[in-house]
């Protein structure tokens, strides 16, 4: 999640988490010089210094060598090896049943630690060197693990291993470009430990430099920056909240009509206008076709087993702020079927309609099902309570409640006591005894929203809401 102060990895990271964004889309991005990329690798990340170059023992180099192979007791991954388009797979932490009832000694790195964003160099290299280095992200992030500035005439190698806890080694990617070409791997990681390997394949007395940018400030559907790494959202209408890394930044969702049933979207900002920030698409199946900014598009009905696919990306005529953060609604398209609003036990004032009265209490319910009728399960209705209109403004008092598994949701709203605009005298003889009632009351109104997509439910543009009367004193008079 993005914080106000956001860390910027600078124009390589961006650039090479943007190219796989493009995959289904007629267009490519501007790729970046290599110059262009170096000055901004090395610009993003404080020195730190010279390191004297750390010896590889024969022992862990054969660990390093085991885990690569893929015999190691953790899941070795691979990663492409080309620069500026690589993307790390996020990784599972092992599982905690598997560590109950084991003593977890405090955890020790194979190799000396260093500190993330920051660029170290290491000179005297020779062919054959082994330069083994640990660090920690404390944090899920996307990161760039670099090894860049090589020597004229060198060639080194560069992987990255994550240690499981318990000395298990798994291969995240490695890089291993021509040349003295600079070496990247990029993508989302989860919080864990982590080592660079870097292997000098040609080197006389060379000179290389290597690092980690890391930025935290990532939202929770990361990594989604292509079509084919689309976060995937379950079978109900969602509503998910995220935010651009950056101005190359772009997230994929994708959506499964398993029924075949309509499927909905909406793209929307936070309360203080940020819309403007992001263009929302959606592909057609053969190009990407922007919802306009406000609207909601619906496919009325697909294939069963149908994929929707969306994208936000960012307005490139905005400048762009990664701590603002957009709400994306897609799925199943809602349906309303039943609705019930009922107040507690009072007289009912009669001069005046008003569809719905009571003193202290609304017992409401709903039903919401698909397209196909099958129940909308977690949803999140929203009764919009103002029970007191004193101008053209409303002020909306929200109380929520969730669907069950057959998409019904029961809730009561305490809407508190009230003084009176009105006072009427009300003839009553339902008891069979006629009673005069000194009844004081204010009007108001409610309507009903789903949290998850606008223009649903009960009270629209036309009719905005149900009338309320808010029963506030009743006293018998005679």
């Given at each position: 999640?993005k914080?106000?102060?956001a860390f910027?990895?600078g124009?390589?990271?961006m650039?090479?988490?943007?190219?796989s964004?493009?995959?289904l889309?007629?267009?490519?991005?501007?790729k970046?010089?290599a110059?262009?990329v170096?000055?901004?690798?090395n610009k993003?990340?404080?020195?730190g210094?010279?390191?004297d170059?750390?010896?590889v023992s024969t022992?862990?180099?054969?660990?390093?060598l085991?885990?690569?192979?893929?015999?190691?007791?953790?899941?070795t991954?691979?990663?492409?090896?080309?620069?500026?388009?690589s993307?790390?797979?996020?990784?599972?932490?092992?599982?905690?049943?598997?560590?109950?009832?084991?003593?977890i000694?405090?955890?020790e790195?194979?190799?000396p630690?260093?500190?993330?964003?920051t660029?170290?160099?290491?000179?005297?290299?020779?062919?054959g060197?082994?330069f083994?280095?640990?660090f920690n992200?404390?944090?899920?992030a996307r990161?760039?693990?670099?090894?860049?500035?090589?020597?004229?005439?060198?060639d080194?190698s560069?992987?990255?291993?994550?240690?499981?806890?318990?000395?298990?080694?798994?291969?995240?990617?490695?890089?291993?470009?021509?040349?003295?070409?600079?070496?990247?791997?990029?993508g989302?990681l989860?919080?864990?430990?982590?080592?660079?390997?870097?292997?000098?394949?040609?080197?006389d007395?060379?000179?290389f430099?290597?690092?980690?940018a890391?930025?935290?400030?990532i939202?929770a559907?990361?990594?989604?920056?292509?079509a084919q790494?689309?976060?995937?959202?379950?079978?109900s209408?969602?509503?998910?909240?995220?935010?651009?890394?950056?101005?190359?930044?772009?997230?994929?969702?994708?959506?499964?009509?398993?029924?075949?049933?309509s499927v909905?979207?909406?793209?929307?900002?936070?309360?203080n206008?940020?819309?403007?920030q992001?263009i929302?698409d959606?592909?057609?199946?053969a190009?990407?076709v922007?919802?306009?900014?406000?609207?909601t598009?619906?496919?009325?009905?697909?294939?069963?087993?149908?994929?929707?696919?969306?994208?936000v990306?960012?307005?490139?005529?905005v400048a762009q702020d990664?701590?603002?953060?957009y709400?994306?609604?897609?799925?199943?398209?809602?349906?309303?079927?039943?609705?019930?609003?009922?107040?507690d036990?009072?007289?009912?004032?009669?001069e005046?309609?008003?569809?719905?009265?009571?003193?202290r209490?609304?017992?409401?319910?709903?039903?919401w099902?698909?397209?196909?009728?099958?129940?909308?399960?977690?949803?999140t209705?929203?009764l919009?309570?103002?029970?007191h209109?004193?101008?053209l403004?409303?002020r909306?008092?929200d109380?929520?409640?969730?669907?069950?598994?057959?998409?019904?949701?029961?809730?009561?709203a305490?809407?508190?006591t009230?003084?009176?605009?009105?006072?009427?005298?009300?003839?009553?003889s339902?008891?069979g005894?006629?009673?005069?009632?000194?009844?004081?009351?204010?009007?108001?109104?409610?309507?009903?929203?789903?949290?998850?997509?606008?223009?649903?439910?009960?009270?629209?543009?036309?009719v905005q809401?149900?009338?309320l009367?808010h029963i506030c004193t009743?006293d018998?008079?005679?």
């Open positions: 999640m914080s106000k102060k910027m990895l124009a390589a990271m650039a090479s988490c943007f190219v964004a493009f995959a889309a007629d267009q490519a991005p501007a970046l010089s110059e262009a170096k000055q901004a690798v993003a990340l404080k020195s210094g010279k390191l170059a750390s010896k022992e862990l180099k054969k660990k390093l085991v885990a690569k192979s893929g015999q190691s007791k953790a899941v991954r691979s990663l492409k090896s080309e620069p500026f388009d993307v790390v797979s996020e990784l599972k932490k092992p599982a905690q049943g598997a560590l109950k009832g084991a003593a000694a405090a955890f790195p194979l190799f630690t260093l500190d993330i964003n660029l170290y160099t290491v000179d005297a290299v020779q062919a060197n082994e083994a280095y640990h992200l404390p944090q899920n990161v760039q693990v670099q090894l860049v500035n090589q020597s004229a005439g060198a080194m560069l992987t990255l291993f994550q240690d499981d806890g318990q000395g298990n080694l798994s291969v995240v990617g490695s890089s291993d470009a021509a040349g003295n070409a600079d070496e990247y791997l990029n989302v989860p919080a864990g430990d982590y080592y660079w390997y870097m292997v000098a394949k040609v080197a007395n060379a000179q430099s290597f690092g980690v890391v930025d935290s400030n939202d559907f990361e990594p989604n920056d292509s790494t689309a976060f995937v959202l379950p079978d209408m969602n509503k998910v909240s995220g935010n651009l890394d950056s101005a190359n930044d772009v997230d994929y969702f994708d959506f499964t009509a398993v029924r075949g049933q909905s979207m909406y793209l929307a900002g936070d309360e206008g940020s819309r403007n992001w929302f959606r592909f057609d199946g190009n990407w922007t919802v306009p900014a406000g609207s598009s619906t496919y009325p009905s697909v294939a069963p087993g149908t994929t929707v696919k969306v994208r990306r960012a307005n490139p005529a990664p701590s603002k953060y709400q994306l609604s897609l799925g199943s398209t809602p349906r309303l079927n039943t609705s019930s609003v009922k107040g036990n009072i007289v009912r004032v009669t005046v309609w008003l569809a719905t009265q009571t003193a209490l609304l017992n409401w319910s709903t039903q099902s698909d397209s196909t009728g099958a129940p909308l399960l977690g949803v209705p929203v919009r309570v103002d029970n209109f004193v101008d403004n409303y909306w008092v109380y929520k409640a969730t669907t069950n598994s057959a998409g019904v949701s029961e809730a009561t305490n809407i508190g009230c003084f009176g605009d009105y006072t009427t005298v009300i003839n009553d339902s008891t005894v006629p009673y005069k009632w000194r009844t004081t009351y204010n009007e108001g109104g409610w309507r009903i929203e789903l949290a998850e997509f606008p223009g649903v439910g009960v009270g629209g543009e036309n809401y149900v009338s009367g009743q018998i008079i005679h």
